[in-house]
């Protein structure tokens, strides 16, 4: 059984940053797609970014790109989302998840984190 464990949310103004932050402690954790989705409330979770682990490559939704990072510490087999220009918008529980394949679809993911709330205040 794959565990996950994420740290790092809070409450943050507007244009603010946070870093969430992910460990797995999966020791083939290089072969694993690991993703991280949101849910606000009385919304349908939705994708916010992956990354696959053994080559580091990334892809982000829209309404995040350009302000959110996805990286990998193999040393440390964490995953961090680099939260930057925060808004209210962004408001959420970020799930952190692994799976085997790179998609965007909550589905596909098998493994996932029990969730950090990030508040965003305007």
């Known amino acids: 059984q794959v565990q996950l464990v994420e740290s790092g949310g809070g409450m943050v103004q507007a244009g603010g940053s946070l870093r969430l932050s992910c460990t797995i402690s999966?020791?083939?954790?290089?072969?694993?797609?690991m993703a991280w989705f949101r849910q606000a409330p009385g919304k349908e979770r939705e994708f916010v970014a992956r990354?696959?682990?053994?080559?580091?490559?990334?892809s982000y939704a829209d309404p995040v790109k350009g302000r959110f990072t996805i990286s990998r510490d193999n040393a440390k087999s964490t995953v961090y989302l680099q939260m930057n220009s925060l808004k209210p918008e962004d408001t959420a529980v970020y799930y952190c998840?692994?799976?085997?394949?790179?998609?965007?679809?909550?589905?596909?993911?098998?493994?996932w984190g029990q969730g950090t709330q990030v508040t965003v205040s305007s």
């Open positions: 998840a692994a799976g085997g394949i790179a998609t965007i679809r909550s589905f596909d993911y098998d493994s």
């Open positions: 999966e020791r083939t954790f290089r072969s694993y797609v």
């Open positions: 990354i696959t682990w053994s080559i580091g490559s990334t």
